[in-house]
């Protein structure tokens, strides 16, 4: 029986407000609005039921930015979207998470940029519908369309990563909208479209012939993986370094140690305290299913920090500079 499609849902009204904005701001989350004129965020007034941005501005969501989404926008974020053809609005949560914490491996672990052969390796894109009640009837949605998975087939499935199990909790994560400052037009202008269809090349891997220059890194992510590293101790090392790693920074993660200039290291944090490490567990626990505990927060140390792994030397870097 062929499927049919439904017409989406409207926009539900945005809960955010400028209050919501500035606390995302005083933990780190969102940069600071520096200029009256021109300001990192926006809360929208109670006449824009449905997104209405600004010139300059595009749609976003308190929930990526509490998993870890940065402005501007790192190199690797910018490649996602254009790879898969989407606006910001169109990621969900899951779909943030998994970027984030790829971003951070690489990075925080392996001593690399993101590395787009190993994406591909690893994950696929896949299109949520909101459910209609019934399989034959299908309706897009207008937020969070995009999933990011692991691929999970017999032939594909990618044994060497670590254990990613992500919350599936995020009621009410799409009534967070605000306006997000576009930076020099990095981000797809917002049109409010919809998508309807998987396309096929959201499931495309990795050319056969390009294969071979993943094992070294496959096996150092074998070993990752056997040393028990998930991705909840990810980012509680991100949250405790104070990162966003789909965040444009001067220093990538293993870069920030030792004799590196003051300057550079403010750039690259988003705030001058480590938060709490309950605060630090609360967030891991938001993005990442299971029961996280403060007594494992940054529990597997990223480099260059005291306690870290040292794999090998760094791996070449056919990857994205943040």
């Given amino acids: 029986m062929p499927v049919r499609l439904f017409a989406a849902d409207d926009w539900r009204p945005s809960s955010m407000t400028e209050r919501q904005l500035l606390e995302l701001e005083k933990e780190g989350l969102l940069g ?3 200029s009256s004129l021109w300001p990192e965020s926006i809360a929208p007034t109670v006449d824009h039921r449905e997104p209405r941005p600004p010139r300059g501005y595009v749609v976003s969501f308190g929930k990526f930015h509490r998993h870890g989404l940065g402005s501007p926008l790192s190199r690797f974020m910018r490649v996602l979207y254009h790879h898969y053809g989407v606006e910001l609005q169109h990621f969900s949560p899951n779909a943030i998470t998994a970027a984030v914490v790829f971003a951070a491996v690489c990075e ?27 399989t034959v009837v299908r309706k897009p949605v207008r937020a969070g369309c995009l999933n990011l998975v692991l691929k999970t087939g017999k032939s594909e499935k990618p044994r060497e990563y670590i254990p990613v199990g992500l919350t599936s909790n995020h009621v009410g994560w799409d009534s967070q909208w605000f306006y997000l400052r576009n930076d020099d037009d990095l981000l797809p202008a917002y049109t409010g479209c919809l998508i309807s269809e998987r ?23 074998r070993k990752l993986r056997e040393e028990g590293l998930t991705a909840a101790l990810v980012l509680s090392a ?21 004799g590196v200039s003051s300057r550079d290291l403010e750039a690259c944090r988003m705030s001058n ?44 870097t056919y990857g994205f500079d943040s």
């Fill in 32 to 34: 600071p609005r520096t």
């Fill in 108 to 134: 925080g672990y392996l001593r690399m940029m993101p590395h787009w052969d190993l994406w591909l390796h690893l994950y696929r894109g896949e299109l949520f519908h909101a459910p209609s009640g019934t």
């Fill in 273 to 316: 305290e480590a938060p709490a490490d309950e605060e630090v567990a609360a967030r891991v626990r938001a993005a990442v299913a299971g029961d996280f505990q403060p007594e494992h927060v940054n529990g597997f140390p990223m480099r260059p920090d005291k306690g870290s792994i040292d794999l090998v030397s760094p791996f070449p």
């Fill in 238 to 258: 991100v949250h405790h370094w104070r990162i966003l790693p789909l965040m444009s920074r001067p220093l990538r993660m293993h870069e920030m140690g030792p």
């Fill in 199 to 221: 396309p096929n090349h959201w499931r495309y891997g990795v050319i056969q012939t390009q294969q071979p220059r993943l094992d070294p890194i496959l096996d150092a992510l």
